[in-house]
């Protein structure tokens, strides 16, 4: 079965860095984009990042462009969110989700989330 496990968050301050991972197994990780969600309580789930399989394209929702970077290592089956210049509003459970495409649609596999706390 496709599992993935997200880690990394913590505790930060504003304008503080955090890198998130997210571990992946019984997948052929490198056919797969990754990707991270976050949601607050109260709001809705908004998609962060995404990195394709192969030719690791990337693209990042307008909230986070500039300040967050997605990459993966594909030797390791992990794919990462270096998050930083963190605000407030950062505050968020922050999930990963594996991705794969062919005939019949799209095959998503979640993780579990990882906590991210900004405060001062």
């Known amino acids: 079965d496709v599992q993935l496990q997200a880690s990394g968050g913590g505790l930060v301050q504003p304008g503080g860095s955090l890198r998130l991972s997210c571990a992946a197994s019984?997948?052929?990780?490198?056919?797969?984009?990754i990707g991270w969600f976050r949601q607050a309580p109260g709001k809705e789930r908004e998609r962060i990042s995404c990195?394709?399989?192969?030719?690791?394209?990337?693209s990042y929702g307008d909230s986070v462009k500039g300040r967050f970077t997605i990459s993966r290592d594909n030797t390791k089956n992990t794919a990462y969110l270096q998050m930083d210049s963190l605000k407030l509003e950062d505050t968020a459970v922050y999930y990963c989700?594996?991705?794969?495409?062919?005939?019949?649609?799209?095959?998503?596999?979640w993780g579990q989330g990882t906590l991210v706390t900004v405060s001062s």
């Open positions: 989700f594996a991705r794969y495409s062919d005939y019949t649609g799209d095959h998503t596999a």
């Open positions: 019984g997948l052929t990780f490198d056919d797969y984009a």
């Open positions: 990195i394709s399989s192969y030719d690791r394209s990337v």
